[in-house]
Each structure stands twice: as C-alpha cells, then as structure tokens.
C-alpha cells in the first residue's frame, strides 16, 4: 500500500482545522477549568503533529486505522483526536471504567492495533501503547475523502454488546458547522459531556472549527451545580450541550447560571418545560428566549434554548 501524507485527504475535519489554526494562532483553542491551562491554536497543533509522528513511528498505519483513545474528558484527549486525523485514523473512545473483558472486545472488534492513554504521574505525557488483536484493521475498500471515518462511537451496550457507529469527516464538518451555533474565536463553549457521548463530538468540534475556545470541566465540576454556576460566569462560557439530566439539575438549584449563555442544547431524554421556564424567567434577554427542537442525525437529538 502506498505511503499516504498527512494531508492528502484535506478538506476534512484536520484540514479544516488545520485552515482555522493557521488564520489564529495565537488564539485560545483549549482552557482547562481545574489546571488553568491554556493552549494557543499554534501550540495546540504542534502538540497533534508531534503525537500523530510517535504514532507513526511506533508501526505503519493504514488509512481510518482505528485508534482508541483511553481518556476521560481532558486537554490530552482532544490532542489524541487531532494527532489521529492528522494521520488518516479513526479516533475511537474508549471507557476505561469498562470491564476488561469488555473492554477488550471493543478493542478486537474494530482490530484496533494502538491505544492511546495518559499517564497522569510523568507530566501528563500521552502514552502509545501497541496490541495484537485477533485480527488486525485492514484498509481494503477505503476511500480517502470526506465520506472516511473521523470517529467511532459505541452504544451503552445496555441491551447487549456495545455497538459500534461510524461518523464520517464530512458529518462531523456537517454538524460542528451548523447554523444552530455559530461561534466566532473569542467565544467559549463547555466541554461537559464524556468523551463516549456523542454530544462530546460537537462540544469540541464546534469550537475547534470556529477558532473558538473549548472550556475542559471537571467531572468533580459536572457534579456540583452550584460550581458550573460561578464557572459558567469565570469562563464566560456562550454555549453549552448537556444531559437534559444536568441542565434540570442546575435549572433547579441556580437558575441564573447560565447568564452568559447564548445558546444551550440538552439531550438524551426529553426536555423538562417547568425546568426550561425557570431559566428563561431569568435570563437577562427574556424577549429573546425562544425553543426550538432538532435532530441533527440519528445520533442527535436535541433541544435548544435561544438565550440572547
């Protein structure tokens, strides 16, 4: 098989990144709300290029070679997901929390050959981490474009094995480009959603393709309403998705924290009107609130409430 370049495959979700990087460099592309640290565009994509070339020296890829990404919601996993599209992978996350067995018939299902995790104790470096599954990805029938796989995402496996779902690059440029919302570099968005839910996909993506910035919460954060209140305003966050679950959570315990929000998605279960009315009360641009319904796609389904 041919030797593939980096950019062969340009436009998809790493070029079109690539473009918006090289116009803001300097711009904030990742802030971590527990750490405090910031990446620029620039230092963000240097961090990608150089893990996609450890990558790529630790055994030959092939085109979509699916990669698993075992890390929960933090700076290094996003650095995982575009060091992988830099490479023509597939980016697959992966839940640590699985049980091993099931875990590993996750990996042997995709023949996944490389997993990628970070070890917290030596700088936060990202580790590659090589595996013989039963039978290796093979490239045979792939064709290089936007319809390639960016990622791939698994069912709960609540009513059985989990089930893998293939998104195209051309689905995740679809979405992360949608008018519903439009973002502009300056603007910050809330990374809330685990890496294994679909949400977590246009949290990132939107922002990224944008030149915006992705805010990395904490799931110690996720868990106190109270906290996303003060960091929603600390961060000046203008556009959030989220479990119906949470958005109610916080609807109930401080209406008033998503003050400086001008779009919020909720999904996953249907939307509660008594919790969306206590927000929109107090919303400081109550003649401008207005909900809508979408489905974006099979995996999306969402509600949005239009704050300003």
Known sequence: MPVLTPHQFAPGPWGTYEGIASQYPDATAIIDDTTDLALTYGTLTDAAIRLGKRITSAFSTVPEEP???????????IIAQLAILYINGSCVPVDGSLHVQTRGAVLDGLG???????????????????????????????????ESCSHILHTSGSTGAPKAIRLPGKGVLRHAGSSLFPLKPGDSVAHLCSPFFDLSIAEVWSALLSGATVVVFSPERVRDPLAMDSTFKHRNIHLSFMPTALFNAIAIAKPTAFSTLRKIFI?????????????????????????????????YLLWFIKLA
């Open 67 to 77: 990669i698993g990404i075992m890390m929960d919601r933090c700076p290094e996993q």
């Open 112 to 146: 996944i050959r490389c997993v990628l995790t970070v070890d917290m104790s030596d700088n936060r470096r990202i580790q590659v981490n090589l595996r013989e599954p039963a039978v290796p990805f093979s490239a045979q029938g792939v064709q290089p474009g936007l």
């Open 267 to 299: 999904g996953g279960e249907p939307a509660n009107a008594a919790a969306i009315k206590r927000v929109l009360r107090v919303s400081p641009h109550p003649s401008h609130c207005t909900t809508h319904m979408a489905q974006l796609n099979p995996l």
